[in-house]
C-alpha cells in the first residue's frame, strides 16, 4: 500500500501520475508499454537503469513530443499508478459517533481555516478543505491542509512536497536527509475517514506528528458526539 494515495483524489496532473508511478515499472523487461515507447525514442532499457527517473522521463518526453509522452504517462498510471482510497492510517475508537451531526457541522465548517473557529483546539493553520458524506454507508471522508513548520515533518516516504515557491517537488528517489533539506514550506494534506456506526476514525498516518493527527481525531468527536 502506498504512503500517499488520497481519499478524494480524481484527476491527476502528470507530475503526480509520476509520483506515484514506481520506479521499477519503468524499468520492467516485459511491460510493453515501455518497450514501444522506448523504440519511439530510439533509446535501449540500459538509458532507463543508468538514469534517475525524472531524467530518463525528460529525455523520453523530449524525443517524442508532448502529446505521445502523456499519452505514455497516462497509460503507465492506469496501470501501475498508486490511486484510489487506500491511504496509510491510524485508527482512533470513538464512541456514539452522530454522523447526521458530524456531516452537518463538518459541512457548516468546510472552507473555514478552523483556528479562527475554534482557536484552543488546533496548534497550526488548519482548514477543512473537503467534506465527503455516503450516507448509504454512513461514512464521513474529511480533508484538512495543514500548514507547519518545516521540522515537524516526516520525509520518509514522502513522495512530494512543496518548495519555498509553491513548487511540488518529486521525492521519491531522494535520500530522507536530502528531502528534508529540500522541503521549505511544510504544507499539506491530512485525510480522516470517520465510520459512524462503527465508531471509529482512522487518521492519514503518512505525513504530520501524532498530536496533529489527535487534533483531527478530536474534530470528529466534538463534531459527531452529542454531549
Do not use: C
Not at 521499477?24 to 535501449?44: I, K, P
Not at 491511504?87 to 472552507?111: H, K, P, S
Not at 470517520?194 to 483531527?216: H, L
Request: glycine fraction near 6%; charged fraction near 40%.
Amino acid at each position: 500500500m502506498a504512503d500517499n494515495t488520497y481519499i478524494f483524489r480524481e484527476d491527476y496532473r502528470t507530475e503526480d501520475m509520476i509520483s506515484r508511478i514506481r520506479v521499477e515499472h519503468f524499468r520492467s523487461e516485459e511491460e510493453e508499454l515501455v518497450q514501444d515507447v522506448l523504440e519511439e525514442a530510439d533509446l535501449g532499457r540500459a538509458y532507463l537503469l543508468e538514469h534517475e527517473k525524472q531524467d530518463f522521463l525528460g529525455e523520453i518526453k523530449d524525443r517524442v513530443g508532448d502529446e505521445r509522452y502523456d499519452e505514455f504517462i497516462e497509460a503507465m498510471f492506469e496501470q501501475y499508478g498508486e490511486k484510489g482510497d487506500q491511504f496509510n492510517i491510524q485508527f482512533y475508537v470513538v464512541d456514539d459517533i452522530v454522523y447526521d451531526d458530524l456531516v452537518t457541522r463538518a459541512e457548516e465548517l468546510g472552507g473555514e481555516e478552523l483556528r479562527q473557529v475554534e482557536s484552543e483546539e488546533f496548534r497550526r493553520p488548519t482548514t477543512l478543505t473537503k467534506v465527503q458524506a455516503n450516507d448509504e454507508a454512513r461514512i464521513v471522508d474529511l480533508q484538512f491542509e495543514v500548514v507547519d513548520h518545516p521540522e515537524n515533518i516526516d520525509a520518509e516516504g514522502l513522495e512530494t512536497a512543496y518548495t519555498a515557491e509553491g513548487e511540488i517537488i518529486d521525492l521519491s528517489e531522494t535520500e530522507l536527509e536530502e528531502a528534508e533539506r529540500l522541503i521549505r514550506e511544510n504544507r499539506y494534506m491530512m485525510e480522516v475517514r470517520a465510520y459512524a456506526d462503527d465508531g471509529i476514525v482512522a487518521v492519514s498516518n503518512s505525513v504530520g506528528r501524532n498530536p496533529i493527527r489527535k487534533e483531527m481525531k478530536n474534530a470528529v468527536k466534538r463534531w459527531g458526539v452529542q454531549s
